[in-house]
């Protein structure tokens, strides 16, 4: 059942699976809780393990974000009842800065004939007149998990806490029709309304008996009867795709772009979907002629190559336009990497990572992330390392103060790259092997070098999170690998421990790469060389628990590491939810 756990905005076929309708209403959590904590180590459900400053839902289990009226709004899938996949419906916070956030009434929950079975994934879009409207997949016919798409519109939109949400008469709006599978169709986006007067949207599915992912558009002149484009957007040979994004971008412009707005020869298209099968999100940048109603990726290969937002814990993303900073704003979703027993035992589960801002590098080969500026407000005590050499096999405590909740940022110098091993031809695609293979205590030339998080005094437990140069083959040029290696980051038995990793697209200028890590207890989400590649980890310390947690840089590599500075902050605890 842990696997089942793993699915949030976008994996409503687990209400079969899990459990019939019929029953799951009646369960009885403080029961299964109870019982559930008396079988799981006692670390695990230290109250010291659940977040600091990344979002949360006051308890138990953790869709679209937007702006409205000088508030952010976060709706999002929730278990009132329990910290598992079931009873689930649409809670919603609202904040002021994405950072600090308050817990409002329940916006969505199952009502009428077309959402009766279950109120699932959707997107938040604002008509001309400034109404907001939210689309959700609904669930109408729980023999045959039917999927139709549903609008909600506020009750009173002068009322900028949007408390209150009504569903009209005209429900579902969409229905899938011809060819498509009923089972296999959710995950509106964000629509867009076009120079030609019609409102535009994506909706994820599936073709050719589930093995190639299609996103089918919809268009509208009303909001109300919509129609699709025979032909999709954009296909490939992938799995069903879920969670569908797409949105514009310029190359080298860090401002956002409103898709309802966007135009210019300039303009690029980022898709982004969620692969049922794979469980991470991958993107690729093209161009979008909306004529012929086609998207065609800038990389030919793209669709294979799988350039990733996060290659971590990272799923069921969603990006929104953020009109009051002109920025696009990223959330993506963190699972547990413990059990389904443990998540019900300690009360909670899942995360939200930190929001991103997004943009387009310079190149427009791929994306930059980078965490939004207002996660900077909850930064003090600062301690700081600088000209610092670290030797081979020498590691470095930064000390100063706890690093339980921490963000960190350090920048290396490399002394040579003459050091670099050759990269293994089997392994030159597949980092997430590579690093399995080369983790963090195994000896190379220009690394592992980088951090250790979430470490114990004895150093027993650690999270490594670290580069390692390798030379290309063929051109010699160095392959940056970035590495999440969480393989000690616990005592505790029976955890799964995978390793993450990434390659940089960096050709090391004057030898130099960045870190940033921001530390939160139970997550350690990183990003490097500026954002080009990020990864988000769950780990759980049976000793690297608050104040007993330490910090280092480590060096296992031939070739020393120069630390030209290195900043820590602790991090406060913002209002969240209550919590």
């Known amino acids: 059942m842990g696997a089942l756990v793993i699915r949030v905005a976008c994996a409503w076929l687990l209400l079969l699976q899990l459990a019939g309708a019929s029953h799951v209403i009646y369960r009885d959590f403080e029961t299964e809780a109870a019982t559930a904590a008396a079988k799981v180590p006692p670390s695990i459900v230290d109250p010291l393990l659940r977040t600091g400053y990344h979002f949360q839902p006051p308890k138990n289990w953790i869709n679209a974000p937007m702006y409205y009226e000088g508030w952010y709004h976060f709706f999002y899938q929730y278990n009132p009842k329990g910290a598992v996949w079931d009873n689930i419906v649409w809670a919603h916070s609202v904040s002021r800065d994405l950072i600090n956030w308050q817990a409002l009434e329940t916006a969505i929950e199952p009502s009428i004939p077309s959402d009766k079975h279950g109120c699932w994934s959707g997107s938040a879009t604002t008509l001309p007149d400034g109404t907001p409207v939210i689309m959700y997949t609904g669930i109408n016919r729980p023999d045959m998990n039917y999927q139709v798409q549903n609008v909600a519109y506020p009750k009173d939109k002068s009322d900028p806490m949007l408390r209150e949400w009504v569903k009209p008469q005209h429900n579902p ?17 964000t629509a867009w309304l076009s120079g030609d007067g019609q409102w535009r949207l994506l909706i994820g599915s599936a073709a050719e008996g589930g093995d190639r992912g299609v996103a089918y ?14 032909r999709p957007l954009h296909s490939a040979a992938t799995g069903m795709w879920e969670c569908p994004d797409f949105y514009p971008v310029s190359p080298g412009h860090t401002t956002g772009l409103d898709a309802s707005t966007a135009s210019g020869p300039k303009v690029k298209y980022v898709l982004k979907n969620s692969l049922d099968v794979r469980r991470y999100d991958y993107y690729t940048v093209g161009t979008y002629d909306q004529k012929a109603e086609r998207y065609v990726p800038d990389d030919p290969a793209g669709d294979e190559r799988h350039l990733r ?21 990223l959330w993506g979703w963190a699972n547990e ?16 990572a930190i929001p991103r801002k997004v943009w387009l590098e310079s190149s427009g080969r791929q994306l930059l992330q980078w965490p939004i500026e207002e996660v900077e407000a909850l930064r003090h005590r600062p301690v700081t390392l600088k000209d610092t050499v670290i030797k081979t096999g020498e590691h470095v405590e930064v000390t100063g103060h706890q690093t339980a909740q921490a963000d960190v940022e350090v920048s290396f110098e490399l002394s040579s790259l003459d050091w670099a091993e050759p990269l293994d031809p089997a392994l030159a695609h597949d980092a997430e092997r590579l690093c399995g293979v080369k983790g963090a205590d195994v000896e190379g030339g220009v690394g592992p070098f980088g951090l250790w998080v979430l470490a114990s005094a004895n ?3 650690r999270t490594a999170v670290f580069f390692r140069v390798f030379k290309a083959a063929g051109n010699g040029k160095p ?29 090391l200028p004057d030898g130099k790469i960045s870190l940033r890590t921001l530390i939160d207890r139970s997550v350690v989400e990183s990003f490097g060389a500026g954002g080009k590649t990020c990864i988000l980890s769950r780990v759980y310390p049976s000793l690297a628990i608050d104040k007993n947690t330490h910090l280092y840089v480590f060096n296992n590599g031939k070739a020393d590491v120069k630390v030209s500075r290195l900043t820590a902050w602790q991090m406060t605890k913002p209002l969240m939810n209550g919590a």
């Not at 558009?217 to 025979?230: C, E, I, L, P, T």
């Not at 005592?491 to 960096?506: I, K």
Request: proline share 6%.
């Open 217 to 230: 558009v919809y268009r509208s002149q009303d909001f109300k009867q919509w129609r699709r484009v025979q």
């Open 459 to 461: 150093r027993a437990e």
């Open 337 to 352: 990497s413990d059990t389904r027993a443990h998540d019900v035992a300690k009360g909670w589960a899942g995360i939200q």
């Open 173 to 189: 709006i969409i229905v899938p029709d011809g060819d498509i599978n009923a089972t296999q169709f959710r995950d509106p986006t």
């Open 309 to 329: 937002y996060d290659y971590g814990n990272f799923y069921a993303s969603k990006t929104f336009y953020d009109p009051s900073k002109q920025r696009r704003v």
């Open 479 to 507: 392959a940056v690998l970035m590495c999440t290696d969480p393989t000690k980051s616990s005592l505790n038995p029976g955890l799964y421990l995978p390793t993450f990793a990434g390659f940089v697209d960096t050709d």
